[in-house]
């Protein structure tokens, strides 16, 4: 999780060639504000300014420019979170490993924890992988 100030996120938009626009800010800031990844329902919530057209439109140019990551919770619900600055455009490099809480039901990216290197048989060429652990979070194993 990259912990970008309001003020950088202009930067970033311009470093990846996109249009500063007020709905794209927004979403920038509201990822960046979490510990969590936030749900694509949260966003809309939140968005309820545009359309759902054009959150899936900038949700998936971010995705694109390697800006920000999906993850998949319990309920295969899309989330999404920042990136970390090695990710580029087409490259993601979000090999870390991703906590599910079977409570609180959020999506925590566990950046140091980085996933091994899986070598696949010959002839597959993976996009990427999807590796999760699951259970309760800090906050929801505390004992009452
Ligand atoms: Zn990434
Ligand atoms: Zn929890
Ligand atoms: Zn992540």
Request: glycine share 4%; aromatic share 6%; net charge negative.
């Amino acid at each position: 999780m990259v912990h970008t100030h309001n003020n950088n996120f202009e930067s970033l938009l311009e470093k990846h060639h996109l249009k500063k626009t007020g709905p794209r800010l927004k979403v920038l800031s509201m990822l960046s504000a979490k510990n969590v990844a936030t749900s694509q329902p949260d966003l809309e919530g939140v968005m309820n300014d545009i359309d759902r057209v054009t959150l899936y439109r900038i949700l998936s140019a971010f995705e694109e420019k390697g800006i920000i990551h999906k993850v998949f919770d319990l309920n295969g619900t899309a989330n999404y979170a920042m990136c970390s600055p090695a990710c580029d455009e087409d490259h993601h490099h979000d090999e870390h490993l991703h906590f599910n809480c079977t409570n609180c039901k959020n999506v925590y990216c566990l950046d140091e924890l980085h996933l091994p290197e899986i070598k696949l048989p010959k002839g597959f060429k993976p996009d990427g992988f999807t590796l999760y652990a699951s259970g309760l979070c800090p906050k929801c194993s505390k004992p009452v």
